[in-house]
């Protein structure tokens, strides 16, 4: 995989973490962003979006239906390096969480910062959404009918 | 990490608050060209925090950037001309506003040009709209060098930029209006007075001097002195 290939799964990766984390969560991390200084490229604003998906999960695209979102973007000049721009992009009306997700997407690109944050923050919110992601599949999976006489439309 | 991510990084800051920003800007515009040949000062407040593209810093005032953050939006285009035409200025526009930038700029609705830069036969390719459809003719927004009205054209010009004298009368106008533009030549304003006759066909002019701005829409009668 090239570098930049790499290097856009991984903040693909980070920036999924950061949209999915929970406003409890991502909000005791938050003090960290207090020692630094961050630029407004687009200050929180809430719009809406159509979300697209393809039938059947493989097939032609639909208008699924519109969603609010709320973005912003920041820049952060580090104090050796060049500048990083960090996004925020989250479901719902949230100006102040999707803050705290595009300056740690900023910091999370300066490398002095990098592993700090991923063990700090990153690992912490991963964790605790796949927790929760597992706690409501269990919840879910004890209503679960199995029907035995028929067959499955699905080929699985 | 590598310069396809940092680009955005690049990107000038916009207006601190775009709302209110956005807002005074175009009333200054409409005041503009609802009364041509009045000159309007954009409000310094408004513009504050506005970082025009560092790559255009000389040869566009932050009128012209103010211009490009209020009137663009994802619905319409915008030309860049000569010197304009560079990445961090179709960056600057496209991340703030979602407008499209037009590969060739006389194909667009807005377009930017330094006075040295627009030349009379570009005047005649852009697009005046049709005689069904005028609203279509495109907006030329024009950096110049001087930009007075009478009352103020005190100081004598330094001959090294042509100044002229443009006496405008028609709507909007009570009497007359004169202004002194500093910049564009004879021959381009020759061209302008030529295409009167195509009425209601026409590019409309704005005009931007640092932070101040006039304009001339095609409905006004220009008279050199």
């Known amino acids: ?156 | 990490m590598s310069a396809v991510l940092s680009s955005l990084a690049d990107v000038p800051a916009g207006f601190a608050s775009p709302a209110q920003a956005s807002q005074s800007v175009f009333r200054s515009v409409l005041d503009a060209v609802s009364r041509p040949g009045r000159v309007m000062q954009l409000d310094a407040q408004m513009l504050a925090g506005m970082v025009a593209p560092v790559a255009l810093q000389g040869r566009v005032g932050r009128a012209m950037a103010a211009l490009w953050l209020t009137l663009l939006d994802a619905e319409t285009t915008l030309g860049l001309g000569g010197a304009l035409a560079t990445p961090q200025a179709a960056a600057f526009c496209r991340f703030h506003t979602g407008v499209r930038v037009a590969a060739n700029p006389l194909d667009a609705a807005f377009v930017a040009w330094r006075h040295e830069e627009l030349m009379p036969s570009f005047w005649e390719q852009t697009n005046p709209g049709t005689d069904e459809q005028p609203q279509t003719g495109s907006t030329l927004m024009v950096e110049v060098a001087t930009l007075a009205t009478e009352r103020e054209a005190h100081a004598p010009s330094d001959g090294a930029v042509p100044t002229h004298a443009l006496r405008l009368r028609g709507p909007g106008i009570e009497h007359e209006h004169r202004l002194h533009i500093g910049g564009p030549t004879r021959a381009l304003w020759e061209r302008r007075i030529a295409q009167q006759r195509d009425l209601p066909c026409g590019l409309d002019l704005i005009l931007c001097c640092g932070e101040r701005i006039a304009a001339i829409p095609r409905s006004t009668r220009v008279v050199l002195d």
């Not at chain 1, 973490?17 to 020692?35: F, S, T, Y």
């Open chain 1, 1 to 156: 995989m090239t570098d930049i290939a790499k290097v856009t799964l991984e903040r693909q990766r980070w920036l999924a973490v950061l949209a999915h984390a929970e406003r409890g969560a991502i909000e005791q991390h938050a003090a960290l962003l207090a020692e630094y200084s961050f630029e407004w490229l687009r200050a929180p604003e809430i719009g809406l979006t159509m979300v697209r998906a393809r039938i059947g999960g493989e097939g032609d695209r639909f208008n699924l239906g519109e969603a609010t979102v709320t973005r912003c973007a920041v820049r952060h000049q580090p104090a050796r390096g060049a500048a990083t721009a960090g996004i925020g992009y989250l479901l719902g009306r949230d100006p102040a969480r999707c803050a705290w997700v595009a300056r740690f997407d900023a910091l999370l690109q300066v490398a002095a910062l990098h592993e700090l944050l991923e063990r700090e923050v990153i690992e912490p919110l991963r964790a605790a959404t796949a927790r929760k992601r597992a706690q409501q599949r269990a919840h879910t999976a004890t209503s679960s009918v199995r029907f035995y006489a028929l067959q499955s439309e699905l080929a699985t």
